[in-house]
């Protein structure tokens, strides 16, 4: 549709030039290419202004519809996913829903909630490391407090290629250089995460990272621009031009080019950042005084000033000319698409302006009114006297547009489901100890300490459980609050490329499998997903399905999606990444003896293995390992076994009976008893699994991985309870070994010894993995 | 209140201090303004963990010229009880309050582990006697590596100025053996007159039963000992 046939008349008047001359160019067809925008979508923006748009707005429109800002191939299928609780009288309703606000909010009980976000920083991490995670951090933990909550604990879920990479390794350590040096400054515990290593990822490493902070419901805090005349003010450091159209580049494919976008990732200063959260935080608790407050994250000033006016159905106008800035001759297009960190955007009543500045200069900050909140619609910017940019503000965040994309069952998904393991000879016993070690030593399986030991995990004296178990846990003592929370991340990409919709349930049922283990009944939950290129049919296939996949689970336990990010075109040489919609869940603990840890302490401890002997060999570690293959069949999932079984988890954690869980998943029943006795190697263990289970297979029985499983560590003298207590539950429950204190490793299957080894010498290929591969470059 | 816990800007573990102090301990606490004025009933000072001023520069360096820090210093020469922990131990030395200097770690990464340590027969109340001849702290920093010239170190050793060293066989994990390089496995240090105490670990950090210990307790008490009525000791006169 050309401008001439609209029938919208131009209806305001067309702004003066602007006063940087450059910016005065004629918008052709190549420049709104280089913006991202496709035709149509250029045309529609056309007809909302009723004329053609300057290049400020242009950039604005670039921005604000970008993948990254408007969901646009995403926006359909996000809303299969339920947003709030189907049970009303639950635990952990949804005060906050997903989309409505920086960050969604559940409430757990006694006044309080709970803010949490889990989003992506893929792209500037491939191009710069260290400072990519580090401002990943910085903005997830800006979404945070900007809802008004302090934050009390940081994950992440990491995604990389083979360490035996070089620039791998390099990407490997920036990143968690990165995550270290801004979260450790910022005092907020990082409490583990999950971490991934397979080729899929090389050229384009996943770097998403979570925050989760707590507030009292009165304290929520909207970032909606309200009240006529209401001041409008910009807190935080200067701007400058780092992380130009960020949001833009976000949202294409990785290229040998995309070196040169260096100046799109963005410089963090974690320091700056610890300032802006204690000052907000204070000012937020003053009564009355903000209006609406949110963050300059992805499209800085502009998201932020659309946003809150849209949010406030109101109008805003703001003056690039109070805008501090730490770069001089800036212009209108760069100070609007800067993505300068730690900065906000902060509405006030009027005649209170005293109180937000007087909190800003205890802290040493920048509090400089730049506008206000108007009647209308619109968004208008000045700058040098001139409206250099005037555009309906609902219309950048509303109407952008929403696209269905062509979708096409790739090949090798239909070749998964009709795999079989017959073409593969069984494992002999004699080749078990080796092939164990290979599994242990696989850097995805292997001991993650090399990466925590660099995040602080204990500040804030909450800790719980700390990184390396299967949940992370936080007592809130030092708040004054009598509860633990904890956080688990999961999803196995392996399973979601040859299962999309199947491989996202297994990251759901595992995720909430290891809050069970941990003693935690699950909340809430937030996505991240990663995916390729929706624009190709069989990238948009798998991104459907996982979602499909996710929604169907967290319906069926009734957990809903309370936030997340999208991130697609993670594509780098031969493709696309493998579909990974990472999963991470809240919960809570009720007791503080059921804080429950996957490592033995006893050392008299009989193993219960709950949920059957494994079966499947499809799509494991082990086909990585011992044959070189990333292939087979996903594992079933059986959504109602999975909740009879994690019930009965929390149940007997709550009856006092489990001394240890540990959930078995990647790398199969053994890598899970030996995970349990890593702690201390003088522990040992006699294995005897009785048969090879319904496989009649050593490889699947041992190192397949089947879902709904779970090991107990459980005292002698509770051991009758438990078993009947599965046994009235209708779990399938068999003891398969006891611990004891000799320092070996023991297996037996058919009464033939498959196994006999230090736990010390396993546990050194699990320790030295990283280590040694790291040490290597 | 009987305990100020200095709060500057990037100060982090101001918080997990008063914790520590005000409901595990019991004694009153307050954390207090940087650019304040120290209140005049205070009896002991924390500086406790964190970046203070982002670390920019050098550890502790800009955090020694803040409007506190003369009070601080007025406090610390009439005896008065100083407690640096990680930051505000290298706040403390950056101050000449406390001998020698932090610096990056040998591994040239953070480092946070629980950490065992081996105290010093160093005063009355920080002694093996009171604390045990190994305990566990928390350490959480990228620079704790304790370096002094030769001819202080003897002093300093020579004084039994050490509250307590890295300790433990590297052998048995993380959390053993010297994690930073530091000299003489120092880990924690007094000043002459005994009033002034500094240390990289986190006593703070390990009070409470859901923490990974509670040797935390017995150190924070053995610095505050000065306030524990029951445990009548006489301040060492500066």
């Not at chain 1, 909190?359 to 040098?384: C, N, P, S, Y």
């Not at chain 1, 196995?492 to 491989?503: D, M, S, W």
């Not at chain 2, 006593?203 to 610095?223: K, M, Q, S």
């Amino acid at each position: 549709m050309s401008l001439e046939t609209s029938e919208k008349p131009a209806s305001r008047p067309v702004p003066p030039p602007n006063p940087d001359d450059t910016l005065n160019v004629d918008i052709t067809p190549e420049l709104v290419a280089e913006h991202g925008l496709l035709p149509e979508e250029y045309e529609r923006a056309k007809e909302i202004l009723g004329r053609v748009p300057n290049l400020t707005e242009l950039g604005i429109f670039s921005v604000m519809w970008s993948e990254h800002c408007a969901y646009k191939n995403t926006r359909k299928l996000l809303r299969l996913f339920p947003t709030e609780k189907a049970d009303k009288d639950a635990l952990g309703q949804v005060l906050v829903k997903a989309g409505e606000e920086n960050a969604g909010v559940i409430d757990v009980g006694d006044g309080w909630g709970v803010c949490f976000k889990i989003e992506s920083h893929n792209h500037p991490s491939a191009i710069e490391p260290f400072e990519g995670a580090a401002t990943g951090v910085g903005g997830i933990v800006r979404d945070i407090f900007t809802m008004g909550a302090r934050p009390v604990l940081l994950t992440n879920s990491l995604r990389f290629g083979s360490l035996d990479s070089p620039q791998v390794r390099r990407l490997f350590r920036g990143v968690v250089h990165g995550i270290s040096h801004y979260g450790n400054c910022l005092g907020i515990p990082n409490i583990g995460g999950d971490v991934y290593f397979d080729e899929s990822y090389e050229g384009n490493p996943l770097v998403n990272a979570l925050c989760a902070g707590i507030l009292k419901h009165e304290e929520i805090k909207r970032g909606a621009a309200k009240g006529v005349g209401n001041p409008v003010y910009y807190v935080g450091p200067g701007t400058g031009r780092d992380g130009l159209g960020g949001a833009s580049f976000a949202s294409r494919e990785l290229t040998e080019e995309s070196a040169e976008d260096r100046p799109a990732v963005q410089k963090g200063d974690p320091f700056m950042e610890k300032l802006l959260l204690e000052a907000c935080l204070e000012m937020m608790v003053i009564p009355g005084l903000v209006v609406g407050i949110q963050d300059m994250g992805a499209a800085g000033l502009t998201c932020s000033s659309c946003e809150t006016a849209s949010r406030g159905d109101a109008g805003i106008e703001i003056d690039l000319d109070l805008v501090p800035q730490r770069e001089e001759g800036m212009n209108s297009y760069e100070i609007m698409l800067s993505e300068s960190q730690e900065r906000m955007l902060v509405i006030v009543n009027r005649g209170r302006e005293r109180e937000l500045e007087e909190v800003f200069e205890k802290w040493d900050l920048h509090a400089a009114q730049i506008g206000e909140v108007k009647e209308g619609d619109r968004m208008v910017v000045r700058h040098k006297g001139v409206v250099v940019a005037d555009i309906p503000a609902k219309s950048l965040t509303d109407e952008a547009p929403i696209y269905d994309q062509p979708a096409k069952e790739p090949a090798h998904v239909v070749a998964a489901r009709d795999w079989t393991s017959d073409k593969y000879d069984d494992l002999h016993a004699e080749e078990v100890e080796a092939a164990f070690k290979q599994l242990l030593g696989h850097p995805t399986i292997a001991s993650k300490h090399w990466i925590w030991r660099q995040y602080d995990h204990m500040v804030m004296a909450g800790t719980t459980i700390a990184p390396g178990s299967d949940a992370g846990v936080v007592h809130l003592a030092i708040s004054g609050i009598e509860k633990r929370i904890a956080i688990s991340n999961d999803c196995n990409n392996r399973f979601c490329y040859l299962n999309p919709y199947r491989g996202a349930q297994i990251a759901f049922v595992e995720c909430m499998r290891n809050l069970a283990c941990s003693g935690a009944r699950a909340l809430a939950v937030t996505d991240n997903l990663n995916f390729g290129n929706p624009n190709k049919p069989e990238v948009y296939y798998m991104l459907s399905e996982c979602v499909k996949g996710l929604a169907e689970a967290c319906k069926f336990f009734d957990v809903p999606v309370v936030g997340g990010n999208v991130s697609l075109y993670n594509e780098h040489g031969d493709g696309a990444i493998d579909p990974t919609p990472v999963v991470s869940m809240v919960g809570l603990i009720e007791g503080s003896e059921d804080v429950t840890r996957s490592f033995i302490s006893g050392g008299d401890e009989t193993l219960v293995l709950l949920g059957g002997l494994p079966f499947e060999l499809g799509a494991s570690y082990f086909m990585q390992t011992h044959h070189d293959r990333k292939e087979g069949k996903v594992p079933e999932v059986n959504l109602q076994a999975e909740k009879n079984l994690q019930d009965l988890l929390i149940s007997q954690i709550q009856a006092g009976c489990v001394s240890a869980a540990h959930d078995v998943s990647e790398g199969g029943l053994l890598v899970t008893v030996a995970e349990m006795l890593f702690d201390d190697a003088t522990f040992g263990v006699d294995l005897d699994f009785g048969s090879r289970g319904p496989s009649n297979r050593l490889d699947a029985l041992l190192f397949g991985e089947s879902q709904g499983r779970a090991v107990l560590a459980v005292k002698p003298e509770k051991l009758s309870e438990v078993l009947s207590s599965a046994r009235q539950a209708g779990v399938d429950a068999q003891q398969i070994g006891i611990v004891n204190r000799s320092g070996r490793f023991q297996g037996i299957v058919d009464g033939k010894t498959i196994l006999d080894v230090d736990v010390k010498v396993l546990r050194e290929s699990w320790e030295n993995a990283i280590p040694h591969a790291m040490n290597n470059s | 209140m009987r305990v100020a816990i200095i709060q500057f800007p990037g100060s982090n573990c101001d918080w997990d201090a008063w914790h520590a102090i005000n409901d595990v301990i019991g004694l009153p606490s307050e954390r207090v303004w940087h650019k304040s004025a120290l209140p005049v009933e205070t009896e002991a000072v924390i500086v406790p963990g964190g970046f203070s001023f982002g670390d920019y520069l050098r550890c502790g360096a800009i955090a020694r010229f803040s409007p506190i820090m003369e009070d601080l210093k007025s406090f610390s020469k009439k005896g008065g009880p100083v407690f640096g922990i990680c930051n505000g131990f290298q706040i403390l030395c950056e101050a000449g309050l406390l001998p020698g200097a932090l610096v990056r770690n040998n591994c040239i990464e953070f480092r946070c582990v629980n950490q065992c340590l081996a105290p010093e027969d160093s005063t009355e109340n920080f002694s093996k006697a009171n604390l045990g001849e190994q305990i566990y702290l928390p350490i959480a920093h990228g620079e704790g590596n304790y370096r002094l010239d030769a001819d202080d170190l003897s002093e300093l050793e020579a004084n039994g100025q050490v509250l307590l060293r890295y300790d433990g066989d590297p052998a048995d994990g993380p959390g053993h053996g010297n994690p930073n390089g530091s000299v003489n496995d120092i880990a924690g240090v007094r000043n002459a007159a005994g009033n002034v105490f500094g240390m990289m670990p986190h006593p703070e950090r390990v009070v409470e039963t859901f923490h990974p210990g509670l040797d935390g307790i017995g150190v924070l008490r053995a610095f505050l000992s000065p306030l524990l009525e029951e445990e009548p000791v006489e301040m060492v006169s500066a």
